[in-house]
C-alpha cells in the first residue's frame, strides 16, 4: 500500500538548516507530483513546494530562495532542504502525493525555529 514516512525534523536556532526527507513506498515517487506542505498551530495546512515527474519545481513565495526540493529516484525519497530558516517557518511539514485520484498524506515531521 502507500506510504510516506517523513524524518529529518527537529528545533533549530533561527538562520540554521535542516533536510525532511519522505520514504515513499507502494509507488514510484519519480512519476508523480510530490509535494511538501506545512501547518503551523492556528493556521491552514499551506503547500510549501512540489516536484513533477519530469523534475520541475514550483515554491511557495515564503519559502522562495531558502528552500529547495528535490529526489533521489534510487531510494524513493523526496527530500525538503530548508536553509536560512526563520521562526515564521515552524510548522508539522508534511509529504503528499495524488496517486491515482487519492491524496495520501505521512504522519508529518515538526520542524521549530527558536533560539
Known amino acids: 500500500q502507500v506510504q510516506l514516512v517523513e524524518s529529518g525534523g527537529g528545533l533549530v536556532q533561527p538562520g540554521g538548516s535542516l533536510r525532511l526527507s519522505c520514504a515513499a513506498s507502494?509507488?514510484?515517487?519519480?512519476?508523480?507530483?510530490m509535494g511538501w506542505y506545512r501547518q503551523a498551530p492556528g493556521k491552514q495546512r499551506e503547500l510549501v513546494a512540489f516536484?513533477?515527474?519530469?523534475?520541475?519545481?514550483n515554491y511557495a513565495d515564503s519559502v522562495k530562495g531558502r528552500f529547495t526540493i528535490s529526489r533521489d529516484n534510487a531510494k524513493n525519497t523526496v527530500y525538503l532542504q530548508m536553509n536560512n530558516l526563520k521562526a515564521e517557518d515552524t510548522a508539522v511539514y508534511y509529504c503528499?502525493?495524488?496517486?491515482?485520484?487519492?491524496?495520501?498524506w505521512g504522519a508529518g515531521a515538526q520542524v521549530t525555529v527558536s533560539s
Open positions: 503528499n502525493v495524488q496517486y491515482l485520484q487519492i491524496s495520501y
Open positions: 507502494g509507488f514510484i515517487a519519480t512519476s508523480y507530483v
Open positions: 516536484i513533477r515527474s519530469g523534475g520541475s519545481t
